[in-house]
């Protein structure tokens, strides 16, 4: 392998330990016989990885988290419509077959009611002009209640 | 590496606080890591740190498990890391000069003699300075593979690109590095 590919791989792969274990033998093998190669390894390490090697992890002040907090906390606790609208979703979506039972029983108790008031408003109206027609052909021939013989004559009724 | 389970997770996307807070002890140090050395600027990575959470509680529920929780949250913190970075670049007209360093409350250790703890000071300026000289995209490859130990393949897939332009970002930012601080004599 020549001097140049050697670099390339000295530069990532080599150097971040990801060089399959032919490659890594080959590569060792080609430093131990090249000077140049070596030098330039010794100052990638030196110059661009090693002082990555020694640093601390920072840790984020107390006050981050209260910040968070204080962002996701109220969408749960604070509003209740919200929460209240959020646990319909939730019981709509989750628990949907129950609900379109329920919704069905629903519209057949309501359908059977309308249609047993509309059967008893057309009784009532039917007795009710069976009751006229009655009436009215007392009158006609005569034999009506009001019309009734009370035994004497009209005209001494009212002498 | 971020390593949180599934059951933490159900239970934090159930709304269960204590199971978020416990998310956040355990990824919240690699997200303001992250986020400290692409902005540069503490304040920044605060704020960084502050929105990748609060989008993390928002989408837990649709988390489908198809890639890993460090991938994600990885995912989420650089991008929201360099899109911030390149806010502030635009707001001031040119590049953002990093922070020197953190301050000394952040790394000095009891017990750690003086000598040591300048000399760590003086490298954390050194990486500072390093990174604040690299386009974002070459700084993100390098936070990932030498600050935080990902794989080529998990760099890949946190940065949504393949695997020979990890190599690629990688080998140019360190030939920058060599260039730019290779002649130097180190202590």
New interface residues.
């Given amino acids: 392998m020549k001097c140049e590919k050697i670099e390339?791989l000295l530069?990532?792969?080599h150097?971040?330990g990801?060089l399959s274990p032919e490659l890594k033998d080959e590569v060792a093998r080609h430093l131990e016989n090249c000077e140049n190669c070596r030098a330039v390894e010794k100052?990638?390490r030196?110059?661009?990885?090693?002082?990555?090697?020694?640093?601390?992890?920072?840790?984020?002040?107390e006050?981050?988290?209260l910040?968070?907090?204080a962002?996701?906390?109220p969408r749960?606790t604070e509003n209740p419509v919200e929460t209240f609208l959020s646990k319909l979703r939730s019981a709509l979506t989750t628990k949907k077959p129950v609900f379109a039972l329920a919704t069905a029983m629903v519209l057949v108790v309501a359908l059977v009611s309308v249609k047993a008031y509309h059967d008893r408003q057309e009784r009532i109206v039917s007795y009710f002009i069976d009751d006229q027609i009655a009436f009215l052909d007392s009158l006609g021939n005569g034999n009506g209640t009001q019309a009734e013989d009370i035994g004497i004559p009209m005209e001494d009724m009212f002498m | 590496m971020i390593n949180i389970s599934k059951d933490l997770m159900f239970r934090a996307a159930r709304g269960d606080m204590a199971a978020f807070e416990e998310i956040y002890k355990i990824s919240s140090g690699y997200v303001y890591a992250v986020a400290y050395r692409v902005t540069g600027k503490k304040e920044d990575a605060e704020e960084v740190t502050q929105d990748v959470f609060i989008s993390v509680y928002r989408n837990l529920r649709s988390f489908a498990f198809r890639s890993a929780f460090s991938t994600w949250i990885y995912r989420i913190a650089m991008n929201t890391a360099i899109n911030l970075y390149r806010k502030r670049s635009k707001e001031r007209g040119r590049t953002v000069p990093f922070d020197d360093a953190m301050g000394t409350k952040d790394h000095a250790h009891k017990g750690d003699d003086a000598s040591r703890s300048l000399e760590k000071k003086d490298n954390e300026k050194l990486v500072q300075s390093m990174l604040g000289c690299l386009p974002e995209d070459q700084r993100a490859c390098i936070v990932m593979k030498d600050l935080e130990g990902l794989k080529y393949e998990e760099i890949a897939r946190a940065l949504n690109i393949n695997l020979n332009t990890v190599r690629s970002r990688l080998s140019r930012a360190r030939e920058k590095l060599v260039s730019l601080y290779g002649k130097e004599e180190r202590p």
């Avoid at chain 1, 030196?46 to 020694?54: E, R, T």
């Fill in positions: 390339k530069l990532t792969d150097a971040d990801e100052k990638i030196s110059a661009a990885i090693m002082p990555f090697s020694n640093v601390s992890r920072p840790v984020p002040p006050s981050v988290w910040n968070i907090k962002a996701v906390e749960r």
